[in-house]
């Protein structure tokens, strides 16, 4: 397999070389990202969701070209691993920083095992994507080792020279009738090869083939040597569905995540994105969305403030209800003020907001009674803090539609307790606002 192809999100990939402003591939890997596109469609259209659009088909100097979309993530076509990275990364980061960005950004995604790419070793930092996914599983695969790997009893059945457990006459008589020596049994034995485990060392098979890292390698037969004992899972959804749910195999929990991604051709995961045998892709949206979240909620309870992500309560209209609201971040203080923030992936023009953008946000103004609200957008630079806001009259209030640009994380190692610059600023945007006089 050649090396990892990078883009970033809009950049185009064609079947050719000499198309400019395109990374070229091979038409082997072009027509498997067409083929896994379709397959990607006609299951959303037959799960009645609605359509992820990872690439665009479209067309350039008379060529077809597939332009990346809002899916970052890593997927395999062909002979290409192809890594696409958060657009942001193009403006004054390199890869590597990009790369780090995006992985600091996915520590914090919702229902999702990547809490320790946020603090990736320096020896990964340079890895690919897909390599770093690896390292990480490997982590948690060796926290299971360090902390024993469970055994189970299963049932056992033979034909031995010793009576342990219960004796089948029927099959004794039709197998030792002419053999004293012998005598069929059936016993319990303790033994590694459960269900756990056998995804396991399916998982780390699989990976054993895939990884061209080569101290990934190293230590995937360093894991497999621990698991010599135990057979690879043949059946993967059923060992699934097998797995105990005990506080036994609490330290199992992450691992078993893992498993379920990179056995995701028959274990399908959970959590948004799209996860396949050929592909881990997610939405930037979501990733931005929960990045804010989690950094907010940690430093707000500091300073006395609820904050509630994706809240549900309101409707457009009460009646009937229909149009459900459902603003990313409503933060209060008890017995205070509220305000509503909301964030967006994206570049404003010009640095101003879009009349969608402000549309929604007077939706939320309205139906949740509030004065202030907030849109947040990923900075070009590294600068935080507020940039504009708008102001008008809703009857006897004056509603203000304020818009603060986020500066990301620049892929150095960050101390769990300290408070960045971008959440400093947004903590003093929305202390200001639920702090005013009613």
């Known amino acids: 397999m050649s090396d990892p192809i990078t883009l970033f999100e809009?950049?185009?990939?064609?079947?050719?070389?000499?198309?400019?402003?395109?990374?070229?591939?091979s038409p082997e890997a072009f027509e498997a990202l067409e083929v896994f596109l379709g397959d990607l469609t006609a299951r959303d259209?037959?799960?009645?969701?609605e359509l992820h659009e990872v690439f665009r088909l479209t067309s350039?100097?008379?060529?077809?070209?597939l332009k990346a979309q809002n899916y970052v993530g890593v997927i395999t076509a062909a002979d290409a691993v192809i890594e696409i990275l958060p657009k942001i990364g193009k403006l004054n980061r390199t890869e590597e920083q990009t790369r780090q960005t995006f992985l600091a950004m996915l520590a914090e995604l919702r229902e999702a095992p990547f809490k320790n790419l946020g603090h990736a070793p320096l020896a990964t930092q340079k890895l690919p994507i897909a390599e770093v996914f690896i390292s990480s599983f490997l982590d948690e695969v060796r926290e299971v080792i360090k902390r024993g790997i469970c055994s189970d009893y299963r049932e056992w059945e033979g034909n031995e020279r010793f009576v342990k457990g219960r004796i089948n006459f029927s099959e004794h008589l039709r197998r030792n009738h002419t053999d004293q020596s012998r005598i069929y049994v059936e016993y319990s034995i303790y033994h590694v090869d459960r269900p756990e485990n056998r995804l396991l060392k399916a998982c780390l098979n699989k990976l054993a083939r895939e990884s061209r890292s080569a101290e990934n390698r190293r230590r995937i037969k360093i894991a497999l040597d621990h698991l010599a004992e135990v057979t690879a899972s043949t059946n993967v959804r059923g060992d699934f569905l097998a797995c105990k749910n005990d506080r036994n195999l609490a330290h199992y929990e992450t691992v078993l995540t893992w498993c379920r991604i990179f056995?995701?051709?028959?274990?399908?995961?959970?959590?948004?994105?799209?996860?396949?045998?050929?592909?881990?892709?997610?939405?930037?949206?979501?990733?931005?969305?929960?990045?804010?979240?989690?950094?907010?909620?940690?430093?707000?309870?500091?300073?006395?403030?609820?904050?509630?992500?994706?809240?549900?309560?309101?409707?457009?209209?009460?009646?009937?209800?229909?149009?459900?609201?459902?603003?990313?971040?409503?933060?209060?203080r008890p017995r205070g003020r509220t305000v509503i923030l909301d964030t967006k992936?994206?570049?404003?023009?010009?640095?101003?907001?879009?009349?969608?953008?402000i549309y929604q946000m007077f939706a939320y103004a309205a139906r949740y009674g509030v004065d202030d609200v907030t849109l947040i957008y990923p900075s070009e630079d590294e600068s935080s803090g507020a940039k504009l806001y708008y102001e008008t009259k809703i009857e006897d209030r004056t509603v203000r539609v304020h818009t603060f640009h986020y500066a990301l994380p620049d892929g150095k190692p960050e101390p769990e307790s300290s408070k960045t610059t971008a959440i400093a600023e947004l903590l003093k945007l929305i202390s200001g606002q639920v702090n005013q006089e009613p």
């Open 345 to 357: 992936w994206k570049i404003p023009s010009d640095g101003k907001p879009s009349q969608a953008d």
């Open 60 to 65: 350039c100097k008379g060529r077809k070209v």
């Open 10 to 25: 809009y950049d185009q990939l064609c079947a050719s070389s000499i198309l400019e402003g395109s990374r070229a591939i």
């Open 45 to 49: 259209e037959k799960a009645g969701q």
């Open 263 to 332: 056995l995701a051709g028959e274990a399908p995961t959970s959590f948004p994105g799209i996860v396949s045998a050929d592909a881990l892709l997610f939405p930037m949206e979501r990733i931005f969305e929960d990045y804010v979240a989690a950094r907010l909620k940690r430093e707000a309870a500091k300073d006395g403030l609820v904050v509630r992500a994706q809240d549900r309560r309101k409707y457009l209209f009460d009646s009937p209800s229909r149009y459900q609201l459902k603003p990313d971040l409503v933060v209060s």
